[in-house]
């Protein structure tokens, strides 16, 4: 079968296991090319287990998944180029300033945009001269938001923090906005039950965490 190149992400009949509780059960759905997708769902369904899975930091239990055409782990260098993230709680050297963390992703990254970065930076009032250490867990996320985008990613994956929708919708408005010129996908944890930006993937229930 010949692999549908405009399918970003795909997950075909995943299920995910912690123990002895399932996590995921016979999760399918395809992410096309420069859309914006909010995975939803209520505390504990398994958004934070998809988003893992598709940036291979986890493998499914059964099933497969495709990312960017390839198997998420398989040829990992090259793809890891072509993708950004923001955890629930990213963490960087406490003793470095904002601007700091900037050159360094600059110097790791080609097709970094510093134009971009600094719009971003104002836009959402992150100082450059600030400590890494003086920032709150927003703000890191926020940083954390800037080096993805300013890196230019086909595919930009966030995770909420702390179930906090007010600020997910922020950074995601704040990506969409930033990347009009060359649409990235992007994919993103919720539990609002509507999202103010992009389509919904409304996860099942589950007795487990995630």
């Known amino acids: 079968m010949t692999e549908d190149p405009t399918r970003v992400i795909e997950f075909t009949d995943v299920s995910c296991v912690e123990g002895d509780r399932t996590v995921l059960r016979s999760v399918t759905m395809a992410i096309r090319t420069g859309e914006v997708v909010a995975l ?73 945009d510093s134009e971009r970065a600094a719009a971003l930076l104002d836009r959402l009032d992150v100082s450059r001269r600030a400590l890494v250490g003086s920032l709150t867990l927003r703000d890191r996320r926020r940083l954390a938001l800037v080096c993805a985008v300013a890196s230019t990613p086909e595919l930009l994956v966030i995770d909420e923090s702390e179930g ?32 103010a930006v992009g389509r919904a993937v409304r996860l099942p229930g589950s007795a487990s965490a995630g």
Do not use: C
């Open 164 to 195: 906090d929708v007010a600020e997910t919708a922020v950074l995601v408005q704040a990506a969409v906005e930033a990347t009009t010129a060359e649409r990235p996908t992007i994919l993103y944890a919720t539990r609002a039950d509507a999202p």
């Open 40 to 112: 939803t769902g209520a505390a504990r369904v398994g958004k934070t287990r998809v988003l893992e899975m598709t940036l291979g930091q986890r493998a499914p239990a059964s099933g497969t998944v495709r990312v960017l055409g390839r198997t998420p782990g398989a040829g990992a260098a090259e793809v890891k180029s072509r993708l950004g993230s923001v955890g629930e709680a990213p963490e960087f050297p406490p003793f470095l300033r904002v601007e700091d963390v900037l050159d360094i992703h600059r110097s790791l990254n080609a097709r970094w």
